[in-house]
């Protein structure tokens, strides 16, 4: 051994080196397949919530949408109210429901006419276009509103 005590040394250290060339090239593989794993988990992840965004964007489209018919049936009723005739019409229903209240009640004709008139009097101050509109619309909870 001491003739080829050189050849010894050499075979003994490629032999290591070799030996430890596995060990890391292992770790490397090992390691290389977690971060292969992870990444396709992340990936299977991303697609995932891809898919939910889709249908999040879809829902709201179909939301959307459906909120149009509405906003535009609603547009299309509100259009076709002529509102001053509406508020004209309003305030002759309330004088004339006055009027025919007071009949009932035994008032002479003459006289609930004669009351109908300034109740109407009254009424001209009234913004009954606005109260037209404001029934159209559904908005009507407080005054002013």
Known sequence: MRRNRGAVVAGSLVAATLVLATG???????LADQQRERAEGEWERAERL?????????DEQERSEQLQI???????QLGSVDAAAMGLGLRERIVADFVDRLERDGIAPDEAVRLGDELDASLARVDFTGLALCLARGACVQPGG
């Open 50 to 58: 891809l898919v939910e965004r889709d249908a999040a964007l879809a």
């Open 70 to 76: 509405v906003a535009d049936f609603q547009a299309e």
């Open 24 to 30: 890391v090239s292992i770790v490397f593989a090992v």
